[in-house]
């Protein structure tokens, strides 16, 4: 039973906060306006989307202005839970009784607090191995891990991100890029799976020779009558010089090598996927197909490379498609990432950065006539 003062001061607290609550100081564009510095901060330290804090924030606050975020500056609707020292806010949720609910100095340090929530509990911790640019993929898990009780939480969180665009944060940073002087390079290997040998990220030396296993998976491709031409050279340095069989990994994507003979229609084929959707995971037109030994993926690649490399220094005729290619990121990702559109090419010597963000193009080569 609760004490009649407990009661006295639940009440009291209450009534302020109906107040507060009934002239909201916020809209969700403010709110957004306000935090969202806060997000993509916090985003660059854990991996945690911004968008997703946002929305969440959005959600959970009443988007500023819900008694918890008022009086306790409370944005999550983060719960005392067990070892929490600090101040506390009692309030009836969904529950028959009142929750103890944390209370911090300010909304800033609710955004710190929600980041420490999510990394230091291990329901959460396959969220992490998502790209921070995939908010569905976070807000369907934040669901299945029990964050909260609502059957369209997942739901009401990418609504809120797709209305207010809220993704384009997550392409943002708040990090300092810092350039340093050019070092001798290093080889950059593939990510690889069981005993598939590595492979040398092309523009480095050649690996060892290893001995090569049998695919588990992909049969023999026969040559088709399809004619696709993709325009520039036949072969890229940033591919291997030499075929090697099997499925490998690559930026956390499954991935082939293109042989002499393979089309996508080959490729599709032999490992059971739709002719369509390897067109599209490969970020190819109708019309277009494959170049030499270059890495074809059987899921969609990835947001940012999630190498060390931080940037791509573009060599000879390198296209922006063979460059998203080679790191297993999207092609459109790569060219809103460095203020880019369809068709620009980089030119020889520029810097493509492979994540985060930047507010400068690249100088572009001129075009060809009839390219």
Same mark, same amino acid.
């Given at each position: 039973?609760?004490?009649?003062?407990?009661?006295?001061? +639940?009440?009291?607290?209450?009534?302020? /906060?109906?107040?507060?609550?009934?002239?909201?100081?916020?809209?969700?564009?403010?709110?957004?306006?306000?935090?969202?510095?806060?997000?993509?901060?916090?985003?660059?330290? !854990?991996?945690?989307?911004?968008?997703?804090?946002?929305?969440?924030?959005?959600?959970?606050? /009443?988007?500023?202005?819900?008694?918890?975020?008022?009086?306790?500056?409370?944005?999550?609707?983060?719960?005392?839970?067990?070892?929490?020292?600090?101040?506390?806010?009692?309030?009836?949720?969904?529950?028959?009784?009142?929750?103890?609910?944390?209370?911090?100095?300010?909304?800033?340090?609710?955004?710190?607090?929600?980041?420490?929530?999510?990394?230091? *509990?291990s329901?959460?911790?396959s969220?992490?191995?998502?790209?921070? &640019?995939?908010?569905?993929?976070?807000?369907?898990?934040?669901?299945?891990?029990?964050?909260?009780?609502?059957?369209?939480?997942?739901?009401?969180?990418?609504?809120?991100?797709?209305r207010?665009? +809220?993704?384009?944060?997550?392409?943002?940073?708040?990090?300092?890029?810092?350039?340093?002087?050019?070092?001798?390079?290093?080889?950059?290997? &593939?990510?690889?799976?069981?005993?598939?040998?590595?492979?040398?990220?092309?523009?480095?030396?050649?690996?060892?020779?290893?001995?090569?296993?049998?695919?588990?998976?992909?049969?023999?491709?026969?040559?088709?009558?399809?004619?696709?031409?993709?325009?520039?050279?036949?072969? !890229?340095?940033?591919?291997p010089?030499?075929?090697k069989?099997?499925?490998?990994t690559?930026?956390?994507?499954?991935m082939?090598?293109?042989?002499?003979?393979?089309?996508?229609?080959?490729?599709?084929?032999?490992?059971?996927?739709?002719?369509?959707?390897?067109?599209?995971?490969?970020?190819?037109?109708p019309?277009?197909?494959?170049?030499?030994?270059?890495?074809?993926?059987?899921?969609?690649?990835?947001?940012?490379?999630?190498?060390?490399?931080?940037?791509?220094?573009?060599?000879?005729?390198?296209?922006?498609y063979?460059?998203?290619?080679?790191?297993?990121?999207?092609?459109?990702? +790569?060219? +809103?990432?460095?203020?880019?559109k369809r068709?620009?090419?980089?030119?020889?010597?520029?810097?493509?950065?492979? *994540?985060?963000?930047?507010?400068?193009?690249?100088?572009?080569?001129?075009?060809?006539?009839?390219?």
């Amino acid at each position: 039973m609760l004490s009649n003062y407990v009661k006295l001061c +639940l009440l009291a607290a209450m009534l302020v /906060s109906q107040a507060a609550f009934g002239n909201l100081t916020h809209t969700i564009e403010s709110y957004i306006e306000k935090y969202h510095d806060i997000a993509i901060t916090e985003m660059d330290k !854990s991996g945690i989307p911004a968008s997703i804090k946002l929305s969440q924030g959005i959600l959970e606050s /009443s988007f500023g202005n819900s008694p918890l975020a008022v009086d306790g500056k409370n944005h999550f609707g983060i719960k005392c839970h067990k070892g929490w020292s600090g101040t506390t806010f009692w309030q009836w949720d969904d529950e028959a009784k009142p929750s103890c609910f944390r209370v911090y100095c300010s909304p800033e340090e609710s955004y710190v607090d929600h980041t420490n929530f999510l990394t230091g *509990r291990s329901r959460y911790a396959s969220l992490f191995e998502l790209a921070r &640019t995939d908010y569905v993929g976070w807000a369907r898990g934040l669901q299945r891990a029990g964050y909260a009780t609502a059957p369209d939480y997942a739901d009401k969180l990418i609504r809120l991100i797709d209305r207010y665009e +809220l993704y384009r944060y997550d392409l943002m940073t708040n990090q300092f890029v810092i350039v340093e002087k050019e070092k001798s390079p290093k080889p950059i290997f &593939t990510d690889f799976v069981e005993s598939i040998p590595v492979i040398v990220l092309p523009e480095f030396d050649e690996p060892q020779d290893v001995e090569t296993p049998e695919p588990a998976v992909r049969p023999e491709t026969k040559p088709t009558t399809t004619s696709y031409t993709i325009k520039g050279k036949a072969t !890229s340095k940033l591919f291997p010089k030499t075929y090697k069989s099997g499925i490998f990994t690559h930026n956390n994507a499954k991935m082939v090598i293109a042989s002499a003979q393979d089309t996508p229609e080959s490729i599709a084929e032999a490992q059971g996927i739709s002719l369509g959707n390897l067109m599209a995971y490969n970020d190819l037109q109708p019309g277009e197909s494959l170049i030499l030994h270059q890495y074809v993926y059987l899921e969609p690649k990835r947001s940012e490379y999630r190498g060390k490399k931080p940037f791509h220094k573009v060599k000879d005729e390198e296209s922006m498609y063979i460059i998203a290619q080679s790191y297993g990121v999207k092609l459109d990702v +790569l060219l +809103l990432r460095n203020q880019m559109k369809r068709g620009d090419e980089p030119a020889k010597g520029e810097k493509i950065y492979l *994540r985060g963000a930047i507010d400068k193009q690249p100088k572009l080569r001129k075009r060809h006539k009839g390219f």
